[in-house]
Each structure stands twice: as C-alpha cells, then as structure tokens.
C-alpha cells in the first residue's frame, strides 16, 4: 500500500475517476446558466412585455435543469461504484499487509511474537474503517473539484455583472475558508482519539471468552473504555455543531449584506432590480457549494488521518520487506 491515500485511490480506480472528472467539467458551465435566464427574465422578457422570449428563456431554463440533473445522477452512480470497488481492494490489501506478507528472517520459523497480530483491531480495520474510507473515495476527486469548479463559476458570472456587488459578497463568505481548518485540525484529532478506544474495545471483547463475559456485570475495563468513547464523541459533537453555527451564520451575511448594499443601489438608480434578484439566487447558490466543499475538506483530512493509522497498524516485518534484498533469478 502506498504512503498517500490519493496515490491508493488512482492506483485502483483511475479510469473511474477520469470519467468523473469529465462529468464534472461538463457540469461546472451550468452553474451559472440559471442565474443569467432569471436576469433576463426580468429585465428583458418582463420590463418589454415580450411574451415569445419569456417562452424561450422558460425552455432554455427547463433544459438547462434536466441536463444537469442527468449529469448530477450519472455522477452519483460512478461515485457510489468507485466507492464499493475501494473498499473491496482495501479488505483484500489490509488482509495481505497483516496475515500474507511473511518477512524473509520469519522464513521457516516459528515465533512471531513480536509481529502477533491484534485481532480486534483486524475487525475493526476490515469494518468500519475500510468503509469510511471508501466513501470518500468516491468523491475524493470530482467532489472537490465540482464545488470549487461551481463557486468559481458563478463568482466569475457575479464579477461579471457587478463587481462591486460581489465583492462585497466575497468579503462576507470569505472567513469561513480560516475557521474551518481550525476546527477541523481539532475534529480530527478527536476521530483519531476514538478510532483508537474502539479498535481498544474490540481487542477486549476478542481477547476475552464468552464464558469470562456471559451473565456477569461489565467489567471496570469494557465500562472505561465506553466511558471514554462517549467522552471523545461528545466533545466531537460539541466541536463540530459549533462549526456549523458559525459557517451558517457567516453563509446568512451573504444574501443580507448584497439585499441591502445592492438595494442601495437600486435606488440611487445604478443598478437594475434584476442584478439583485439574480445575485440572491447566485448566493444561495453558493451557500450549498460552501458547505459541500467544507465537507469535502473534512473527509479529504479524516481519509488521510484513517489511512495513515491502516498504515501505522501493520505489523512491523513489512519495513524488513521494503529493505530486504531482491531475490536473484535462477536460470
């Protein structure tokens, strides 16, 4: 397995993920197409009474959201499949790097003591990290790169139709880009402190026989090592719920902060009343993009914690496989 998480997910499903981005980048130029229709709905269609163009721009609109539509569904789809494809090849490379790799100083002994393997953390490893991380395979490319790709294209159209608007715009969005890997470096944190009590517990419940366990009050270590989890996930919440607050607020500022500077306008006669309307559609717009790509941050630095701790977990003669010598061929 390599070192990068990234590195893993294109060594088994670059194909995949080219035809993702392709998806993509022919996904991205429709952001914006709404927004211009509503604009022209308005100042054109609506102010000159002109019935056929109202007409077409309500067509050109319809199709512009089932061609999106389609290429979001088609998207969702090769997401989900790349994702199940993933975790297979993670179950089967965890198990090889655990149980098949044999150091060439083992060969032919018996005690491998120092390389005995943790079954719990075996379980845990094969479940529920392995699945965590190929979600976010999935996404680990297109995702990122369709919320920037979507905020970069209807910014573009706003600078485009008002600068000063959107400036004004941007100036508000822009501190959550700061506050997000502050929490975020900490939420990790937590995820780690938890992947590890759990990987704990099931060592626990593994190393110990159903007749130490049946019809007997939890032991001091299962209920510590409960006790901890809850502690660890409570914090998590608490953290995390405090982000969201604050990245809700900020995203609220947007549309208020353009109504009122932009309204201003309107009424000092400098801009028309449809630049408002498609500005607040705009910013609504990019109030989902904001959040997805904050989520996307946040599984890219939790794939990269989760699977530099598989790494971490496999036995030591691996290192002894990377420096040992190439066998010489035999004719």
């Known amino acids: 397995m390599p070192q990068s998480v990234f590195r893993y997910i294109y060594d088994n499903s670059l194909r995949q993920q080219v035809v993702l981005i392709l998806l993509t980048l022919s996904l991205i130029p429709l952001a914006p ?50 994702s199940a494809r993933i975790v297979h090849s993670l179950r089967s490379s965890v198990y090889y790097c655990i149980y098949t790799i044999v150091p060439p100083s083992k060969l032919g002994t018996k005690s491998i003591d120092e390389d005995k393997v943790d079954e719990g953390a075996v379980v845990s490893m094969l479940s529920s990290e392995v699945e965590k991380l190929g979600g976010f395979a999935g996404s680990s490319i297109s995702g990122p790169l369709l919320q920037v790709g979507t905020l970069m294209s209807i910014l573009g159209y706003m600078f485009w139709v008002e600068p000063l608007v959107a400036s004004i715009a941007l100036v508000l969005y822009s501190p959550q880009f700061f506050i997000v890997p502050y929490f975020q470096k900490r939420l990790n944190e937590l995820s780690r402190k938890k992947a590890i009590k759990v990987r704990e517990l099931g060592a626990f419940i593994v190393d110990h026989s159903e007749n130490d366990l049946i019809s007997k009050e939890a032991p001091p270590t299962f209920l510590t090592l409960t006790d901890q989890i809850l502690q660890i996930r409570s914090n998590f919440l608490k953290r995390k719920n405090l982000m969201k607050v604050i990245i809700n607020l900020l995203i609220a500022l947007g549309p208020f902060g353009v109504i009122a500077f932009g309204g201003w306008l309107v009424i000092q006669d400098r801009l028309e009343l449809g630049v408002i309307l498609a500005f607040v559609s705009g910013l609504e717009r990019l109030g989902g993009p904001i959040r997805q790509l904050i989520a996307e941050y946040s599984q890219i630095t939790e794939a990269q914690m989760r699977y530099q701790m598989l790494l971490d977990s496999f036995p030591a003669h691996q290192s002894l496989m990377a420096k040992a010598p190439a066998k010489p061929a035999t004719a």
């Open 33 to 82: 197409v709404p927004l211009e229709i509503q604009r022209r709905v308005l100042d054109d269609a609506i102010a000159q009474s002109d019935t056929d163009l109202l007409i077409k721009l309500a067509m050109f609109y319809l199709i512009a959201l089932l061609v999106a539509a389609g290429l979001k569904a088609t998207m969702q789809i090769q997401r989900g499949l790349i």
